[in-house]
């Protein structure tokens, strides 16, 4: 009876130890960070731990979605207020150092469910977030956040007329008529949105035939982001047509600016 | 009998065929009553609502003529504000209206100074102010006495007509319309006098930028009539096509090498060390990181100078990295530059009384001293504000004049 007894409590010994053991190797208490720094825009899983531990010392409160974002910078930047560190809004080695010794009972299984995020730090395409603290992104239909003031449907919309009516062309050709449609936003004899000035009566053929219903590709995406970071080939023109396909008196009177592909750009 | 069958069968034929082309033009009648009626809708509902902002313009800019009281001056020149932007939707709403939107240019003008004379707190007895809101009262009287027999199709200015013939008869009139606003002259600049034209200086610049051997490099003497003239430097590099302007003065205004990416395989902050590196050796420095994107394998950099250790928005360049060799494949750059030191701030505000500007739901995380562009585009000393928007807890920039406190501009993060 004892024999048994001995036997049962070994066993349970054996049980307890083996579970702690599996549960150790399963959780690991303290994720370490890779070599690489992290600033405004990057993304990836040392974001996510980034986050996780800014999160559990509560200085951010957004969501765990792996991108380093407005929240994101001001939740270092108070840290490293806090612990006497430089205030730069970056994360180097001392930033992480400091960060993983006074949160040792951080690990990814305290962190609130996020979407899954790349497994890469750089180039690869990302979720879309609805908190609004990203760098802006592209998914596979389309932008999914917004840039320099304007929505992630006003880039489409402008990524499909810059398909629609340039498609051919060469990729600074593509982020002319980008440009065109940004210069014709800032300019007063024109409406004062990208919608109107899209659908504006007779100002793109691609939305008479149609052409703008087509799905975008990434150059139409690129060209639109070039164009909205500041490119604009055309030096501020406000029209732009085909020489082979236009007859329009008014078009050729105008002040030629530059041709760029196909299309002649006019002030 | 035979022929009275004859007859019958050919009475019915003729019938039928003649009520068949009765019946298919009656169709193509309606199609085109129809069609007449929908152009008509365009065209009346467009100019009838400017027709009528218009007049509440016309109200609005002679109440602000009439009252010297600041407080209705204020409320009365919102209003100029706002019916001057509604006129100028409706103005673009008017099918094929002509590619000239001269009245919608001179809209827009009203609308700016009133905008520009609430922002600065303007005195209605301000005899400047009093003067420009009696030419826009005239313009607008004008305007309206013009657009009104043409949105009521009346009198000798269509002639009546409508349907199919409308739309070129409005086209007619608002050409006329549009001839009457007077064109703002724009002064075109010139190229300073000691460029130079020679290809190879501009060559060696241009690769320099490019850190390689630009092949079959060419430099063309672009003429721009309203921004002067600049170089244009075109050829290639390994075989991708690469463009790069620069001003007369030698300035780099804009680089792109078009190049297929590969796999990402450096780091952003790694791109960001390369691309201030890269400004350092273009020439720019003295220039802050102020925000950083990725897509598809390429990273983006923002880039603000410093004046006097003060960052100067809206004068920002862009840095462009591939992420793939970690090579810098383009810049661009808005040709706005701030002075060179700081614009005097009279009797600047302290920060309490700056954040006493701002509302209650706005959470301030973030604040420093900014050079920022005031409406009328002067340089002025700021103060930024970051934070988030309680209701969405989205992040927002708050941008206040460091001396008067107006606000300069509220802008979404992303």
């Known amino acids: ?267 | 009998m035979r022929k009275w069958t004859w007859w019958a069968g050919t009475a019915a034929a003729v019938i039928a065929v003649g009520g068949a082309a009765f019946a298919w033009g009656d169709h193509e009648r309606g199609r085109a009553q129809a069609m007449a009626a929908m152009v008509d809708a365009g065209y009346s509902g467009a100019l009838r609502a400017a027709v009528a902002d218009l007049d509440a313009l016309r109200a609005a800019l002679a109440s602000a003529s009439i009252m010297a009281d600041p407080e209705s001056f204020r409320r009365h020149l919102a209003d100029v504000e706002k019916y001057a932007y509604a006129a100028q939707l409706d103005m673009a709403r008017i099918p094929d209206g002509g590619p000239d939107h001269r009245v919608n240019q001179e809209l827009h003008r009203i609308d700016f100074d009133a905008e520009n004379w609430m922002t600065a707190d303007i005195s209605p007895r301000n005899a400047s102010v009093q003067e420009e809101l009696r030419q826009a009262y005239l313009t607008v009287t004008r305007l309206e006495t013009q657009l009104e027999p043409i949105a009521w199709h009346a009198g000798p200015v269509l002639d009546g007509r409508s349907g199919t013939e409308l739309a070129p008869a409005v086209r007619n009139a608002l050409a006329r319309v549009q001839a009457s606003v007077a064109e703002p002259r724009v002064a075109s600049k010139r190229p300073p006098a000691s460029a130079s034209m020679e290809a190879t200086p501009w060559i060696r610049r241009a690769e320099q930028v490019v850190g390689g051997t630009i092949d079959k490099a060419k430099v063309s003497d672009v003429r721009d009539p309203r921004n002067g003239s600049y170089v244009l430097v075109t050829g290639s590099v390994k075989g991708r096509p690469v463009r790069i302007e620069f001003s007369r003065t030698g300035t780099l205004a804009s680089y792109r090498l078009t190049r297929p990416m590969g796999k990402s395989r450096v780091d952003l902050a790694d791109a960001a060390d390369i691309a201030s590196r890269w400004l350092q050796r273009v020439g720019l420095s003295n220039m802050v990181r102020t925000y950083a994107s990725q897509v598809d394998g390429i990273a983006r950099f923002t880039y603000q100078p410093l004046v006097q250790g003060v960052p100067a928005l809206g004068a920002n360049c862009k840095v462009v990295v591939a992420l793939d060799e970690g090579q810098v494949i383009g810049f661009y750059d808005r040709g706005k530059w701030p002075p060179k030191s700081l614009p005097p701030a009279q009797h600047p505000l302290s920060e309490r009384d700056l954040r006493a500007r701002l509302g209650p739901q706005f959470h301030v995380q973030d604040e420093r001293r900014v050079l920022a562009e005031d409406p009328n585009g002067k340089w002025v000393q700021a103060v930024a504000f970051d934070g988030t928007l309680g209701t969405s807890d989205e992040p927002y920039r708050v941008v206040l004049d460091a001396s008067t406190g107006h606000e300069l501009s509220v802008e979404r993060l992303t």
């Open chain 1, 1 to 267: 009876m004892s024999r048994a007894k001995r036997a049962i409590s070994a066993l349970a010994l054996m049980l307890a130890a083996w579970m702690a053991a599996e549960k150790a190797i399963a959780t690991p208490a303290v994720q370490a960070f890779t070599a690489r720094n992290l600033i405004y825009g990057s993304t990836g899983y040392d974001v996510d731990e980034l986050q996780g531990r800014l999160h559990l010392l509560g200085y951010y409160w957004g969501r765990i979605d792996g991108i380093f974002g407005w929240k994101t910078y001001w939740a270092v930047r108070t840290f490293q207020y806090n612990f006497g560190l430089p205030v730069t809004g970056e994360v180097d080695m001392r930033t992480k150092i400091m960060l993983v010794k006074a949160t040792p009972n951080w690990n990814y299984k305290m962190d609130v469910p996020s979407p899954p995020s790349g497994s890469s730090s750089t180039g690869a395409v990302q979720p879309a977030t609805a908190s609004g603290d990203s760098a802006t992104l592209i998914s596979g239909d389309g932008f999914t956040h917004g840039m320099d003031n304007l929505s992630p449907s006003d880039l489409n919309l402008m990524a499909h007329v810059v398909y629609g009516e340039a498609r051919g062309e060469p990729f600074e050709g593509q982020v002319a008529v980008a440009a065109v449609i940004l210069n014709r936003l800032h300019d007063p004899k024109f409406p004062k949105s990208i919608p109107a000035i899209v659908y504006q009566p007779g100002a793109f053929d691609c939305v008479n035939d149609g052409q703008i219903n087509l799905q975008p590709n990434r150059d139409a995406m690129q060209a639109v982001i070039d164009a909205v970071n500041g490119w604009d080939p055309t030096h501020g023109a406000l029209y732009y047509f085909n020489p082979a396909k236009t007859s329009n008196a008014w078009m050729w009177a105008q002040p030629e600016l530059v041709m760029i592909g196909h299309h002649i750009f006019t002030a």
